[in-house]
């Protein structure tokens, strides 16, 4: 987990990349992330990934038009069924399906809700095309429900 406070950090040997909803999630050409904490980020070598959702994207559009759900919502909506946090974890794809982690190696993935990261699974993680490729390892930790 990445604290953004006003001691430093350092990687120490791991890589960190954050993913970051895409622009105009919640507000058009908006972003979420903030200037601020994008800067910390980066002054220490972590990298940023601002993407749509592996569960989302074009199956929302269709949800939002014509008031149905699509595969994707279906999958993301089961994977919460263990947290939101585990949902988030496993749409570590997005990072793979950009270059920044490679799908031949374990990673540990944190994930949560606005309120913060309350979940840390190792994962294998794959390309979103192989969605079904992607291998919980270990659940380091989730909250209880």
């Known amino acids: 987990m990445v604290i953004l406070d006003s001691k430093p950090w350092r990687l120490k040997g791991y890589g960190v ?3 970051t909803h ?15 904490n994008r800067d910390k980020i980066v002054a220490v070598g ?9 569960f989302g994207g074009v199956g929302r559009a269709v949800r939002n038009k014509f008031n149905t759900y699509q595969l994707d919502e279906l999958i993301a909506n089961t ?4 947290g939101q946090g585990t949902k988030v974890a496993v749409e570590a794809m997005m990072a793979a399906d950009s270059g920044l982690i490679s799908v031949q190696e374990d990673i540990i993935s944190i994930g949560g809700t606005g309120g913060g990261a309350d ?24 909250p209880r429900l």
């Open 17 to 19: 990349v954050v993913v």
């Open 22 to 36: 895409s622009y105009g999630f919640k507000e058009k050409d908006k972003a979420e992330l903030r200037p601020e």
């Open 46 to 54: 972590g990298k940023i990934l601002t993407t749509t959702h592996a």
């Open 79 to 82: 994977l919460r069924i263990f």
């Open 119 to 142: 979940t840390a699974l190792v994962l294998q993680v794959a390309n979103v095309n192989n969605f079904f490729d992607v291998k919980a390892r270990e659940i380091i930790t989730k």
